[in-house]
């Protein structure tokens, strides 16, 4: 359709549907659109799509002639370690970050069967230092180093711990890793940061894939989509993650600015 065209058929559909009446009912399709787009849905990842992506990469990995170096970061309890264990069996190296003290304890428990498990009690930044961690308690899926407004869940990021931070960079420069399959991120609006610590890795094509998360958590950071884009588009394709496969993100357009819970891919070109 030429750009005149979908401008009459806009400017149509806009006289008849911009009414104050039909506002609920555009902010109720809206909301399952972009549901059906992969975003603002955060569902388990059976229902998601995650796990299926973890299957994919599966099948991607597996004429490696090593075990696959996953790096989980912000591994919380052990839930997605546990699914990377289901996924690879023993033919994944899965190394750990977790930073609260309480979290950590009980992560180690937890994962204390999986085989090949690198526990680090440590969050992951742009370089090796300490911070503050913000929470509403122990254990929490939220804990950030920004202390979110959360008012309208009836929670406050009223607890503080101070953390180790360590750069991907000198983590795998300490522990003598060339490579990294999968690098996934779920660190509350510091993934732009633990990126900019990943540098030197992402530079020589040392890092396969690299999954993250994008939303609310990413708006209480000052972090656009555009940030990430800039970061990670000239070395790699960007997909979001939909419950039946992976949409690629081609371009970057404005419209991609929505701070909703997404979880993006990020495939090293060959």
Sequence with gaps: MKMSAKKAVADLYTSLASRPALQSLHTAVLKFTLYAMGIGYSEHSDRNG??????????????????????????????????????????????????????????????????GIVLNQLGVGSSTTTATLYTDGDGSTLASLYPRDLERFDRTMDQTESIELVSVDDYCHNRSIERIDLLKLDIEGNELEALRGASRMIAEGRIDYIQLEFGATTLAARVSFHDIWTLLSPRFEIYRILKHGLHPIRRYEESCEIFMYQNLVAIRRK
């Design 50 to 115: 995650e796990r299926r992506w973890l299957d994919e990469l599966h099948r991607r990995l597996a004429e490696l002639s090593r075990r696959a170096v996953i790096f989980d970061v912000g591994a919380n309890v052990g839930d997605y370690a546990h699914e990377v264990s289901e996924v690879f069996g023993n033919r994944a190296e899965i190394h750990c970050f977790e930073p609260s003290h309480a979290t950590f304890e009980e992560l180690s428990k937890r994962t204390a069967s999986i085989d």
